[in-house]
C-alpha cells in the first residue's frame, strides 16, 4: 500500500536565506526529480520551487519514512546540514498531505492570500514532472483535485478579490477613476522597487506609456529599460506631469518634490484634465494641499495601505469558506485512495475464492461423470454460490471501511491473515528497487 507525502519549507517555517539555498532552479529539477525518486524510494514524485516555497510532493509506502529520507535527501545534494532542515521543514502524509497540496494550490497557504500565480507555478511543476515521467496514478488523481478545488475556491468565493499590495490598489483606484487605463499614460517620479512594482502593474492594466523621472540618471534608465518606458531627466518634471494621467511617486526625498506652486501652471495647461497622483512615498513627495485644486486627485501611502488591510480581512474571512470547500474535494480524493488501497485484498480474496471452488470440483469431477451436463454445471454453480455468500459480508464490510476512517489498513490485514492471502508487499517491492540507505534515520 503507498502513500501520499509533502515535505517541505516555505514562507511560514523558514527564513528567506534558507529557503534561496534549497530552492530549485528549472533547469534542476529534472535531475532532482531522478536522484530523489532513487534515493527516497519515491514510487511518484513532483517538485514545487518558487520564491516562497520549496516541497516535495510525493508517494511511497510509510509516508513518514519517505519523509525523512526525502529530508536526507535535500540535505545531501543542497549541503545544509540536516539539523538545520529539519528544524524548519515540515513533514505532512495522507490526508493532511492532500489538503496541502489542494490549499497550495488554492492559494489559501500563500503569503497573500489568493494571489493567483500559485496555481500556475503549481500546474507548471505538475507538467514537468509528467514530461520525466515521475507522475503515476495517486499524483495525477491529486493534483487534479488540487486543481479542482483552486477552481472552485475562484468561483465559489470572494478569497482573491481586492487588490493586496498598495501598487496593485494604486492601478485599482486609477481605474475608478479614469475607467480602462489603456491610451493613458504614467509617469513614475523615482526608481525604487515600489516604482517597479507599480510600473509592472501598470503595464498589466494596458496603460499606453509610462515615463520615469528621477535624479540619478543610471537608476532612473535602468527601470525604463525594465519596463520598455521612457527616461526623462529631472529638469523636465514640470513637461512630464503636463502629459501624465497617473504619477507614482517614490523618491526617498526629505521634502515634498511635487506642491501646489508647482501643479498650478500645470494645470493651467492640462485645461481641466484630471491628474491622479499615487504618493507611496515616506516622507510624502506631494504636497498635501495640491489636493485642493481641480481635477487633481491624490492617495499616500496610509490611504492605500488602509484598502490592502481592509482587503486583505476580507480576503481572510473568505479563506475559512474556501478551506471547507477544499476539505469537501480532499474527502473525495481519501475515499477515492482508500478504495485503490482495498482493490488488492479484494482481488486476491476474489481469487482465493474461486481457487478452493476449482480445487474442489476438480476432486469431485470424475464422480459427477454420470450426471447429465446440466446437472453437472448446477454443482458448480451451487459451489460457487456458496463461495460467492459466505465471502459477500467480508467483501462488503472491505468496501465500507475503504470510505470510513482509517479502519481499512486494520480489516484488510485481518482479511488477509485469516483467509492467508499472499499480497505482493508494495513496500518490500518499492524499498527494494529503490535501494534505500540510511535506515537509521527512519522513525517507526
Given at each position: 500500500?503507498?502513500?501520499?507525502?509533502?515535505?517541505?519549507?516555505?514562507?511560514?517555517?523558514?527564513?528567506?536565506?534558507?529557503?534561496?539555498?534549497?530552492?530549485?532552479?528549472?533547469?534542476?529539477?529534472?535531475?532532482?526529480?531522478?536522484?530523489?525518486?532513487?534515493?527516497?524510494?519515491?514510487?511518484?514524485?513532483?517538485?514545487?520551487?518558487?520564491?516562497?516555497?520549496?516541497?516535495?510532493?510525493?508517494?511511497?509506502?510509510?509516508?513518514?519514512?519517505?519523509?525523512?529520507?526525502?529530508?536526507?535527501?535535500?540535505?545531501?545534494?543542497?549541503?545544509?546540514?540536516?539539523?538545520?532542515?529539519?528544524?524548519?521543514?515540515?513533514?505532512?502524509?495522507?490526508?493532511?498531505?492532500?489538503?496541502?497540496?489542494?490549499?497550495?494550490?488554492?492559494?489559501?497557504?500563500?503569503?497573500?492570500?489568493?494571489?493567483?500565480?500559485?496555481?500556475?507555478?503549481?500546474?507548471?511543476?505538475?507538467?514537468?514532472?509528467?514530461?520525466?515521467?515521475?507522475?503515476?496514478?495517486?499524483?495525477?488523481?491529486?493534483?487534479g483535485t488540487a486543481f479542482r478545488a483552486a477552481k472552485r475556491v475562484r468561483s465559489e468565493t470572494e478569497v482573491a478579490r481586492g487588490a493586496a499590495s498598495?501598487?496593485?490598489?494604486?492601478?485599482?483606484?486609477?481605474?475608478?477613476?479614469?475607467?480602462?487605463?489603456?491610451?493613458?499614460?504614467?509617469?513614475?517620479?523615482?526608481?525604487?522597487?515600489?516604482?517597479?512594482?507599480?510600473?509592472?502593474?501598470?503595464?498589466?492594466?494596458?496603460?499606453?506609456?509610462?515615463?520615469?523621472?528621477?535624479?540619478?540618471?543610471?537608476?532612473?534608465?535602468?527601470?525604463?529599460d525594465e519596463l520598455a518606458a521612457r527616461f526623462a531627466p529631472w529638469d523636465s518634471l514640470d513637461a512630464e506631469l503636463r502629459r501624465a494621467d497617473i504619477v507614482v511617486t517614490s523618491t526617498g526625498a526629505q521634502r515634498p518634490v511635487i506642491d501646489r506652486a508647482l501643479l498650478r501652471p500645470v494645470m493651467k495647461v492640462r485645461r481641466g484634465k484630471p491628474?491622479?497622483?499615487?504618493?507611496?512615498?515616506?516622507?510624502?513627495?506631494?504636497e498635501p494641499e495640491v489636493a485642493r485644486l481641480e481635477q487633481v486627485f491624490l492617495y499616500n501611502i496610509d490611504d492605500l495601505q488602509g484598502i490592502v488591510h481592509d482587503n486583505m480581512r476580507a480576503r481572510a474571512a473568505e479563506a475559512e469558506r474556501a478551506g471547507s470547500l477544499v476539505e469537501e474535494e480532499v474527502g473525495e480524493f481519501v475515499a477515492w485512495q482508500r478504495a485503490r488501497s482495498i482493490g488488492p485484498i479484494v482481488q486476491?480474496?476474489?481469487?482465493?475464492a474461486r481457487a478452493i471452488a476449482e480445487a474442489e470440483l476438480g476432486r469431485v469431477r470424475g464422480k459427477l461423470q454420470g450426471l447429465a451436463p446440466d446437472q453437472q454445471k448446477a454443482v458448480e454453480a451451487l459451489a460457487n454460490g456458496i463461495v460467492q455468500k459466505l465471502l459477500h459480508k467480508p467483501m462488503t464490510a472491505l468496501r465500507q471501511a475503504a470510505v470510513g476512517e482509517g479502519a481499512e489498513a486494520d480489516l484488510a490485514g485481518a482479511v488477509q491473515q485469516l483467509f492467508g492471502l499472499e499480497v505482493p508487499s508494495a513496500t518490500a517491492t518499492a524499498e527494494a528497487a529503490a535501494g534505500l540507505v540510511k535506515p537509521e534515520l527512519v522513525r517507526e
Open positions: 500500500m503507498t502513500e501520499l507525502v509533502a515535505v517541505g519549507l516555505n514562507h511560514k517555517t523558514a527564513p528567506v536565506e534558507l529557503r534561496e539555498r534549497l530552492a530549485f532552479g528549472t533547469g534542476d529539477i529534472a535531475a532532482a526529480l531522478s536522484a530523489l525518486r532513487e534515493r527516497a524510494g519515491l514510487g511518484e514524485v513532483m517538485i514545487v520551487s518558487t520564491c516562497n516555497r520549496v516541497e516535495v510532493y510525493g508517494v511511497a509506502p510509510h509516508w513518514a519514512r519517505a519523509g525523512e529520507r526525502v529530508l536526507q535527501a535535500l540535505a545531501d545534494t543542497r549541503a545544509v546540514p540536516l539539523t538545520e532542515l529539519v528544524a524548519h521543514t515540515f513533514v505532512r502524509g495522507e490526508r493532511a498531505a492532500a489538503s496541502h497540496i489542494c490549499r497550495v494550490a488554492a492559494s489559501l497557504e500563500s503569503m497573500v492570500v489568493g494571489e493567483p500565480q500559485i496555481l500556475g507555478q503549481v500546474k507548471d511543476a505538475f507538467e514537468l514532472a509528467q514530461r520525466e515521467g515521475t507522475v503515476g496514478g495517486v499524483l495525477d488523481r491529486c493534483l498598495v501598487p496593485s490598489v494604486a492601478v485599482d483606484l486609477a481605474r475608478s477613476i479614469f475607467g480602462e487605463l489603456t491610451g493613458s499614460g504614467a509617469l513614475l517620479v523615482g526608481a525604487g522597487e515600489m516604482a517597479s512594482q507599480a510600473g509592472v502593474h501598470l503595464k498589466a492594466a494596458g496603460v499606453a506609456e509610462i515615463a520615469v523621472v528621477n535624479r540619478s540618471e543610471a537608476r532612473g534608465r535602468a527601470l525604463a491628474i491622479f497622483f499615487v504618493d507611496i512615498a515616506v516622507p510624502r513627495d506631494v486476491a480474496l476474489q481469487q482465493h
